[in-house]
């Protein structure tokens, strides 16, 4: 039990920055504005129904997934690495436009639902998001190891949850200077995760047979 714990606590680390419920605060009162508070709240509950529905089914197909493309785990590890990387970066550094353009804004008024697309895919559970999961489903060989993972990102989308349903209240309190700072504090920690999964995804490959088989045979044949 404690390991479950364990792994979930170590999986909302990771995916929490990457996810980022906070900064999805400001999208998700424009996109609302003009709205009933109670179309509101459950937009932001089908939103993070959908966010939990799509990184669970890339954590228990990850491992069909990562078999039917022949991918390695180092592999795994090194692109989802790279992409958080990118995620990261851009947090770090902010355009100083608009994430959300005047045509979304539009859109959404005639729409009856923006609970999977913009909030859930791609603000929530983005590409970024999509990484991580996999990677750690990667780095897990058993049952325990998927339940730990499912219940770190199930906390993931409670905190989410809370964000959305508190959106006034968190963008009264932090302002657009607050959730920009922690914006930057988030793609900071995301750099530092995504190095970590592309170190750990280079030092599995030198230490994989792919890798020590063409030296040892060189050896050998130079030995004999």
């Not at 963008?171 to 920009?180: F, I, M, Q, R």
Request: net charge negative.
């Amino acid at each position: 039990m404690i390991g479950i714990i364990e792994v979930a606590f170590i999986t909302f680390l990771a995916l929490l920055p990457i996810s980022n419920p906070f900064s999805s605060v400001p999208l998700f009162l424009s996109l609302t504005k003009g709205h009933s508070r109670e179309w509101s709240n459950q937009q932001a509950l089908m939103a993070c129904l959908f966010m939990a529905g799509i990184l669970l089914t890339f954590l228990w197909s990850g491992a069909i997934i990562i078999e039917f493309f022949g991918i390695s785990i180092p592999a795994i590890r090194v692109a989802g690495g790279l992409i958080i990387l990118k995620v990261g970066f851009g947090m770090l550094n902010p355009k100083e436009t608009d994430e959300v353009s005047e045509e979304m804004r539009e859109e959404s008024k005639k729409k009856s639902d923006i609970a999977f697309t913009p909030l859930a895919m791609p603000s929530m559970a983005g590409p970024g998001s999509i990484s991580v999961v996999i990677s750690m489903a990667a780095g897990s060989d058993n049952l325990p190891g998927y339940v730990g993972i499912s219940m770190g990102v199930l906390l993931v989308v409670l905190v989410a949850f809370m964000a959305l349903r508190g959106a006034p209240l968190i963008s009264k309190v932090l302002g657009v200077t607050g959730l920009d700072a922690l914006t930057r504090i988030m793609g900071f920690l995301l750099i530092c995760i995504a190095f970590q999964f592309v170190l750990d995804g280079i030092g599995g490959y030198m230490k994989s047979e792919l890798f020590l088989e063409p030296i040892i045979d060189k050896i050998q044949l130079l030995m004999s």
